[in-house]
């Protein structure tokens, strides 16, 4: 039904029709590498909620995909998102006491400023993404771990080729682009990491002072501080540049649905989560199973790896009424874009609030902008645009 190393035609562009063929017929669908993919909601949700029969753990899989020792093979089994407890528990703990309401609060303002700023600075004719979504988190995550502003300019690059790895066929010029990201990363890092430990932050505020200090647990191995270093600013990175750049495509290609949120500010909230839903900037997710499992009438054996397909989940016609339908208003929407159970994703809420703020604050900005061209990505893992150009050249409300 669906082969994960063999995409039919279309499919980066709208895999929407794939995935309700899927939902229908074959919603637990054998790949030809033994792996298994899972498409119904109610199926991803048991797997996320069930952390001893699927675990995260990856080595058994990414050793033969990127090789034993290679930077792209310690990066992923070293990361937080790749890790069962203990250290996804200790990691991620930091992680969350960092991301508290308060801290979120205070950090408003200053967001505010960088989106107003981001838009004061583009031209009539901008790349959306280029210019716009994708400074957004590089800004937010940054400032999170206090990575001087004259040295973010490597970090998106970095970024799409370490996460470009994870796609299910990756080419050899991409392998290599991959470890080379990793590597120049990790290099970098361990120097500002060096430069922190001699002149520490203030942890309340710096997210890497807290993860070099640890907590009553003990510290990070510096191999494990340079990976969930790492961790933070893809994955903050990636989604909310896709999750920015699909709202403003959405509500382009929906007028309707535009001006209700034009006449009504106070649906930003529920307009993205639609875009979560209706774009999960993370379209697949994973865990192996620790002994035979059944769904859907399917036994899938112990030690198979899941690819649990976030996509379609989000489709499901028995979770979602109308689900090819974008609907700003649909409440309740339970969309599983930022996965579930334990590994749910650590950074949600201020992926939330730098999306509510980017596409609320450009709404008021150009409210009648027109896109022009756009670019899919082409990933399978995370749905984005390479490119979104837009005509800014009408009314501002400015």
């Known amino acids: 039904m669906l082969d994960l190393t063999s995409l039919p035609p279309g499919f980066h562009t709208d895999p929407g029709p794939i995935y309700d063929l899927l939902l229908d017929h074959a919603?637990?669908?054998r790949q030809p590498d033994g792996s298994f993919l899972l498409a119904a909601h109610a199926d991803l949700n048991s797997v996320y909620r069930d952390t001893q029969l699927f675990v995260s753990d990856k080595r058994a899989v990414f050793e033969p995909k990127f090789g034993a020792g290679t930077p792209l093979f310690e990066h992923h089994t070293t990361s937080l998102v790749f890790?069962?407890?203990?250290?996804?528990?200790?990691?991620?703990?930091?992680?969350?006491?960092?991301?508290?309401?308060?801290?979120?609060?205070?950090?408003?303002?200053?967001?505010?400023?960088?989106?107003?700023?981001?838009?004061?600075?583009?031209?009539?004719?901008?790349?959306?993404?280029?210019?716009?979504?994708?400074?957004?988190?590089?800004?937010?995550?940054?400032?999170?771990?206090?990575?001087?502003?004259?040295?973010?300019?490597?970090l998106r690059d970095w970024s799409l080729s370490i996460l470009g790895a994870l796609e299910p066929v990756l080419s050899p010029a991409q392998q290599e682009k991959g470890n080379?990201?990793?590597?120049?990363?990790?290099?970098?890092?361990?120097?500002l990491i060096r430069r922190r430990r001699l002149c520490p932050g203030d942890p309340e505020t710096d997210v890497l002072t807290r993860l070099i200090k640890g907590d009553p647990e003990g510290q990070l191995s510096p191999a494990e501080l340079i990976h969930n270093c790492i961790f933070i600013l893809n994955a903050g990175h990636e989604t909310t540049?896709?999750?920015?750049?699909?709202?403003?495509?959405?509500?382009?290609?929906?007028?309707?649905?535009?001006?209700?949120?034009?006449?009504?500010?106070?649906?930003?909230?529920?307009?993205?989560?639609?875009?979560?839903?209706c774009r999960s900037p993370n379209q697949f997710g994973n865990r192996v199973t620790t002994r035979d499992v059944q769904f859907q009438g399917v036994v899938i054996p112990a030690g198979s790896n899941l690819h649990l397909c976030i996509g379609a989940a989000n489709r499901d016609p028995s979770v979602f009424t109308d689900p090819g339908r974008f609907d700003i208003r649909r409440t309740p929407n339970r969309h599983l874009a930022f996965g579930g159970g334990p590994h749910v994703c650590v950074g949600l809420t201020l992926a939330r609030m730098e999306g509510r703020i980017a596409v609320d604050r450009f709404l008021r900005r150009w409210p009648d902008y027109t896109l022009t061209d756009r670019?899919?990505?082409?990933?399978?893992?995370?749905?984005?645009?390479?490119?979104?150009v837009g005509d800014l050249a009408g009314r501002s409300t400015a």
């Open 27 to 29: 919603p637990v669908c």
């Open 83 to 154: 890790n069962d407890p203990p250290l996804h528990t200790r990691v991620r703990r930091i992680m969350s006491s960092a991301l508290t309401p308060r801290a979120l609060q205070r950090m408003t303002p200053g967001l505010i400023r960088t989106v107003d700023r981001l838009l004061d600075e583009l031209p009539p004719k901008a790349d959306l993404i280029a210019e716009f979504a994708s400074r957004i988190p590089i800004e937010v995550i940054g400032n999170l771990l206090d990575v001087p502003a004259g040295e973010r300019e490597p």
């Open 180 to 191: 080379a990201a990793v590597t120049g990363f990790s290099d970098y890092l361990a120097d």
């Open 241 to 277: 540049t896709n999750l920015i750049g699909s709202a403003l495509a959405l509500l382009h290609d929906n007028p309707s649905e535009r001006t209700a949120l034009l006449n009504n500010p106070d649906l930003i909230d529920t307009a993205v989560e639609e875009v979560l839903r």
């Open 375 to 388: 670019t899919e990505a082409g990933r399978v893992r995370f749905r984005g645009y390479e490119t979104l």
